[in-house]
């Protein structure tokens, strides 16, 4: 069975990486997503794709240059799905306490290695207040993150984040000991998946908003996809 996993929540239906869109996910059953975050000035973890405001609430500045009271009260639905009401960015903590997904795949963007080593050991602080360390694994393209997973976090599942082909992401996740390989759908081929499940790793496709292509990543029998239609997959894959 190929899991469903909601983009950003549900990005393709409404405003992405907030409250808003993680519910719209959980209304689908679809009860696995996917998330980006940056910490804030103060440290806490926040649930934002880019490292600035600008595209999501119009605002100018880094996410790291504002205290977390101040990004929630930030309304981040600019650009997205027309929706009614503000949509705050909100923390990763409001999310543990409100949508209770089975998985979380938590991508964090490349960062400093004191950056990346402060995010990492927030995520296992919090992962841990909640009791959901079994149930994320932290993702990312960026090295400096794996290994800060590898020294601070080794109890938590990592995944590779693979965008281009320039290097065999499979040699790169295996260095990092990774659990889960996610793959830009342009890459998965057949080939590429066995090997990659042969070896251990879990193949999570992304983003994947094609029904066609859905169905056919699913008869190739990928582990998950990602998709900004959660609606659209499970209809596609379930119906």
Not at 57 to 73: F, M, P, S
Request: aromatic content about 6%; overall charge positive; glycine content about 8%.
């Amino acid at each position: 069975m190929t899991f469903i996993y909601g983009h950003r929540g549900a990005k393709g239906e409404a405003p992405e990486n907030t409250l808003a869109s993680f519910q719209r996910c959980l209304e689908h059953g679809v009860n696995r997503c996917e998330l980006d975050l940056h910490l804030s000035r103060d440290g806490e973890l926040m649930v934002i794709h880019d490292p600035t405001l600008k595209r999501t609430t119009g605002l100018r500045g880094k996410v790291q240059q504002h205290d977390a009271a101040e990004l929630q009260r930030y309304d981040a639905r600019l650009g997205g799905p027309g929706w009614i009401s503000p949509c705050p960015i909100p923390r990763l903590e409001t999310l543990f306490e409100q949508c209770p997904f089975e998985h979380w795949q938590l991508e964090v963007k490349s960062a400093s290695r004191v950056r990346a080593a402060r995010t990492v050991q927030a995520i296992a602080t919090l992962a841990e207040r909640h009791g959901l360390s079994e149930r994320v694994t932290v993702t990312s393209s960026s090295r400096e993150v794996l290994r800060a997973l590898q020294q601070h976090a080794p109890h938590l599942a990592r995944g590779l984040v693979a965008e281009y082909a320039w290097l065999d992401p499979l040699k790169v996740a295996r260095h990092y000991g990774c659990n889960l390989l996610a793959l830009n759908w342009t890459l998965c081929t057949p080939e590429r998946q066995l090997k990659a499940q042969k070896a251990g790793l879990h193949v999570s496709v992304w983003t994947v908003n094609d029904a066609a292509l859905m169905r056919r990543l699913a008869d190739f029998g990928v582990d998950s996809l990602i998709t900004d239609f959660p609606g659209l997959a499970v209809s596609t894959l379930r119906g």
